[in-house]
Each structure stands twice: as C-alpha cells, then as structure tokens.
C-alpha cells in the first residue's frame, strides 16, 4: 500500500526543520555543503563590498557604502604685507599715556593748583588743573596710571579733597630751609580709593616748591625679575644691583627735575670710575649715568651724596621726596636667584634697601623731606606681615577710634572680665618676616611711620565731582541732591573709583 505522502512534502518538512534547529544534522536527500565555521572568507569572496559611489545630492549625505571621511582642509598660508611692531612698540603701546581729549568740553573758569593754594581749604570739593610745566615732569616720573582715566577729560586735573589740604598745608610749614624734618607715611586703603592719586598729588605739591622728587612707579618692576642684576663687589651681607633699571632711572631724574641743572659738586668723588669735572651739574651727573649701564650704580650712590650734603650759601640742597606705590612687591622674597640658586629677598637689593632704609628711619635726609608708600589692593603679594604691621601702627595711632569700632570678641571680654586691648599682637604660631618687621617698626606698634587710610569721599567733595563730570560733558544728567545721593550711596560710601566707573565708565 502506497504512502499519502510523497517524496517532496517530506522534503519540505525537512527543510523547515532546518531552519528551526540550524544545528540538527543534514538530511541524506539534501545535498551538504562543506563550511567552516566561523568563517568569513567564502562569503566575502562571494559577495565582495562595492567600490564607494559619488553622492548624486552636492553637499549631501553619503550614499551607502561610502566612506566618509572628515580630513581637514588645509588653508592656504598668506603672508601678511603688514609691518611686523618693532622690538619695544607693542608695550609701549600698552604703557601710552593719554592725557587730553580734544572731544571732552573745556571747563571754564578752572583755577590752576599752585604752591600758594595747595594748602587753601576753600579749594577742597573742587577740581583743579594741573599747571603745563607739571604734567611734564609727572609723566617724565611715570606718575600717572593707564587706569586712571587722564583721556577723558580736556587736561588733566585732581580733586581737593580733605587729604589733599592737610598734606599741603605740611608742605607748606615745611618750605622753610631750616625745617628739616623727615615725614614717613603709607597711604593704605580699599581698592579705588585714590592711594595712587593720592601719590600723584604729593609729586606735583613737591615740584611745586622745588623740591627733587624720586619715584618708583611701581614696586613690581624691582622684584619680578624682568632686569638684569649682579652682585655687588665688596658688598658683605651681599647686595645686588640692578645697572639697567638704575639707568632708566637716572634717565628719568634728569628730565623730571630741572632744578638739578642749577646744582653743582660740592665734594670730590674718588671711587667713581671716570673722573669727575669739578663744576659740572647734577643733572650731567645723571645723564652721564644713564647714557652707560656701567656707570649707573655708581652715578646714583654719588649722586645721592650729593643731595645729602648739607646745605650751604655756595651749594645750596633742595628738600627731597621718596615715592613708592606697590609696597607689597617689596616686602617679600623676590624673583631673583642668588649663586645658590636661593631666593633673594627684596632688601637684599641696593634700590629697595635704599627705600626701605630711607622708610624705616636707618637712613636720614639731612635737608628735610617726605617718604612716601602706597599699597594696592587691585595688584598684591600676600604678605602676612606687612598687613600685621600696618594694622598694628594704624591702631595705635588712633586707639580711640578703633576702640569705638564693633569687635566679634569685646562682648565676650567684657562678660569675662578681660580687658580689650584693640592693638593687634604677635600670633606665637605665626611666621613672621623679620626683616620687614624691622623696616615698619620691629615689635614696636610706634616705629616713626605714620599710617593714613584713604576712605570714601564726603557727599560734598562727591558732588563737586561730578559736577566737573558734568561741565566736561562726560556725565549727561543733571547733578541734583537725589542723584549725588544715589551714585555716594552705590559706590560704597564715596569710594572715587567706583564713583567714576558708576558715573562715567558705565552707560546704559
């Protein structure tokens, strides 16, 4: 009896089984093909990948199959034809000082500040132009700042405020010849607070009476590293002069103070390398100095002899001012090397020890004078001990006022039974810089310097401030009581940076 099932649904059923159980073993009616597994060789022979096509679409997707390949173009390298800056051209573009703008309106009626009214406090909340002659000898100096906006107004011109009457009227009782008093001062304070202005008005009171001014614009040009020093022969602590800094210097000494070219030897000077004209004038002295690296450090040293000689009918010596601002950068270890490959500190070198000595009081000025240092709160060094020092002389020069101020830790003394000593101590697990303890004073909170802290403008000098903003036409508002208040008030109290920024600096 014949099956109800041929041969081919058999082979059917057979196959389905196949693809259900690929591992099941071939059938004898199916041919068996010879593979091995895991193998890729046959079927990429049989079926070989097409070569890659054009996209058909400019700019498009890939077809597929393409490679796509993200290789970046090269750009073609063009010459500029421009004129590469010139050695130096750049940071003096960066360093320009711009004192006039010829767009700003010129305030009439704006009196001149001269050596009679310096100290005439009629003047104070008032703005004052600085005479022609000045603003030479201040740039000469490098008195005046980049940040300090001097390119937005006609001339240049200062404000009178109450500090600025006080000091004039110091220099002022000073103008006699007899006088030889040495005035050491620090002008600390906030950032904006006018401590570099503040410098810059002392500048111009001391050309004024004639007096030689010495400044070094910033304490960072000494201790960073950026000139060329040496050792001192013969020096024990050894010191270390800096011959390029000094010539540059000297170079600004014989522009900015012309009274130098009516001042003549008075004293030979046999450890100068060249020999020295009997009558020749200072300023030749500085100008030969400056015109020779060499010769810079010992035309300094004589010609600070020179101006410390006392002063007679014959060789008369004018008064002398020291400025520094940036004292921080001084008062630490600098970025210098000795032959130990230690680092030397800041007084180790003959310019800032020739300050600091001058600061301390190690060293005198025989014909009178000022030394003057500025803090900066926008570009410091943290030096722990010169914020100590500073803090402890402020305080005792003034107890009363800081004993009114709120402390954290007087309630708690005052529950106890202790008695509150506002005057800042020692702290005996403190590391403190000896030497810089030495120059404000050593342990001592009285050492000689005084301690001026720069505060925000009264409402009266704000206002007389910005009505020259005003009458320049740099601030287009009218200058009422509400608006003095509202800009005194936004600016923390009259801090002049913030006063200026708010007023002038920033528009809506």
Not at 107 to 116: H, I, K, L, N, S
Not at 307 to 319: F, I, N, Q
Request: with cysteine; charged share 20%; glycine share 8%.
């Amino acid at each position: 009896m014949s099956s109800g099932r041929c041969w081919s649904c058999i082979a059917h059923a057979r196959e389905n089984l196949k693809y259900r159980f690929p591992y099941s073993y071939p059938s004898p009616l199916i041919p068996f093909q010879q593979h091995a597994l895991f193998s890729t060789t046959s079927p990429n022979f049989a079926n070989p990948t097409p070569k890659s096509r054009p996209s058909k679409l400019v700019g498009g997707p890939p077809g597929r199959g393409d490679k796509t390949t993200y290789a970046r173009k090269k750009k073609k390298h063009t010459e500029s034809k421009a004129r590469p800056p010139a050695p130096g051209e750049r940071k003096a573009l960066r360093k320009r000082i711009v004192l006039s703008n010829t767009n700003a309106l010129e305030v009439p009626g704006m009196q001149d500040f001269t050596a009679e009214s310096m100290g005439d406090a009629k003047l104070q909340g008032q703005v004052v132009g600085i005479p022609g002659p000045v603003v030479d000898q201040l740039r000469a100096m490098e008195a005046f700042k980049t940040c300090q906006g001097w390119g937005l107004f006609r001339r240049p011109g200062m404000l009178v405020r109450e500090e600025t009457v006080s000091h004039g009227k110091l220099v002022q009782s000073m103008s006699d010849p007899q006088d030889t008093r040495t005035i050491r001062r620090i002008y600390v304070g906030e950032r904006g607070s006018g401590k570099s202005t503040m410098l810059l008005q002392a500048m111009t009171m001391a050309f004024l009476q004639n007096w030689v001014v010495i400044n070094f614009p910033e304490g960072q040009d000494l201790t960073i590293g950026h000139t060329e020093y040496g050792a001192l022969p013969g020096s024990s602590p050894p010191l270390y002069h800096q011959k390029t800094y000094t010539a540059g210097l000297l170079a600004r000494l014989a522009r900015a103070n012309p009274i130098l070219s009516t001042l003549q030897l008075s004293q030979p000077h046999p450890s100068f390398p060249i020999p020295l004209q009997p009558n020749i004038s200072l300023d030749r002295l500085a100008l030969l100095g400056a015109s020779d690296p060499e010769l810079s450090h010992p035309a300094f040293l004589a010609l600070w002899a020179e101006l410390r000689a006392p002063s007679t009918r014959e060789h008369p010596r004018p008064k002398v001012l020291l400025a520094l601002d940036g004292l921080a950068h001084v008062m630490r270890n600098s970025a210098y090397m000795s032959p130990a490959f230690a680092p030397i500190h800041a007084h180790d070198l003959a310019l800032v020890r020739f300050f600091t000595d001058h600061l301390s009081g190690a060293a005198a000025l025989p014909n009178g004078g000022m030394v003057l240092a500025a803090t900066s709160e926008s570009n410091h060094p943290a030096v722990r001990t010169l914020r100590f020092k500073l803090r402890q002389i402020e305080v005792a020069q003034d107890p009363a006022r800081v004993a009114a101020l709120p402390s954290p830790v007087q309630p708690f003394l005052t529950a106890t039974g202790q008695a509150y000593d506002p005057v800042p101590r020692p702290q005996p697990f403190v590391r403190y810089d000896e030497r810089v303890m030495q120059v404000l004073g050593g342990g001592r909170p009285e050492g000689g310097i005084e301690v001026q802290r720069l505060e925000g403008l009264s409402r009266e000098e704000a206002r007389g401030l910005m009505e020259y903003w005003a009458r320049s036409g740099m601030m287009r508002k009218e200058v009422s009581e509400g608006l003095v208040g509202e800009k005194w008030t936004v600016s923390g109290g009259g801090v002049v940076g913030e006063l200026e920024r708010g007023c002038v600096r920033m528009r809506v």
